[in-house]
């Protein structure tokens, strides 16, 4: 707590100090241009991956970066697709996921969820990805098939986000676009989803992610 208490001071009089100005402008409103839909992992920080700055990232985190279908469940995630597509009018929604992740790690010792109601609950928005990664990937060696499950967890949620009206209509209209993403947090890459190669390549490899837009 010391450390943070110490952080906050030089957020306070340093960094706050030379951007004053801009943090004025926010105190009376925002535009983000990004609904940012992450994993709620320590190691995963959107404004720093991505260099953004305050006000232009609205972001939800939630374990495994999970998209629940619309009307599965009208909790947090629903809300802020609902907020920052129908009333904010993001441009673009991220669906992020990383390497690692203990969410889909879950999925190879099911046995340690049995006294996580909670987490066992919440995962089975991924049910579609495990599926999906059992059939096309139950041959590989766990480290790798954990990899190939991020990946379909992503494209799994990207679908269940199209279920939700306001980015349904958005699409329609060719006001929204939205992205898959995963960043690996050992080598700082993040690749996107290519929907026509249904494949991920580098960020900015001549592909901007576009996962149904």
Not at 172 to 197: C, M, P, T
Request: charged share 20%.
């Amino acid at each position: 707590m010391e450390r943070m208490i110490a952080g906050y001071r030089r957020f306070r009089s340093e960094v706050f100090e030379g951007l004053r100005g801009h943090f004025k402008s926010l105190s009376e409103s925002q535009a983000p241009h990004t609904l940012f839909i992450t994993c709620a992992d320590s190691r995963i920080v959107p404004s720093l991956i991505t260099q953004t700055e305050p006000g232009e990232l609205f972001i939800c985190r939630v374990v495994g970066n999970l998209v629940p279908a619309f009307g599965a469940d009208d909790g947090a995630v629903s809300s802020a697709i609902e907020y920052s597509v129908g009333v904010l009018g993001v441009r673009h929604v991220v669906v992020c996921g990383h390497s690692d992740c203990g969410a889909m790690r879950a999925f190879l010792y099911p046995e340690k969820l049995a006294s996580l109601k909670s987490v066992s609950s919440w995962l089975t928005n991924a049910q579609t990805a495990i599926t999906v990664a059992r059939q096309e990937h139950g041959d590989l060696p766990p480290a790798e098939f954990v990899d190939r499950l991020i990946e379909e967890n992503v494209m799994t949620q990207l679908s269940h986000l199209q279920t939700h009206p306001s980015v349904a209509a958005a699409l329609r209209k060719g006001v929204l676009q939205i992205h898959g993403w995963v960043y690996n947090i050992g080598n700082g890459e993040i690749k996107a989803y290519d929907e026509e190669q249904r494949a991920f390549h580098e960020l900015g490899a001549g592909v901007l992610a576009g996962g149904g837009a």
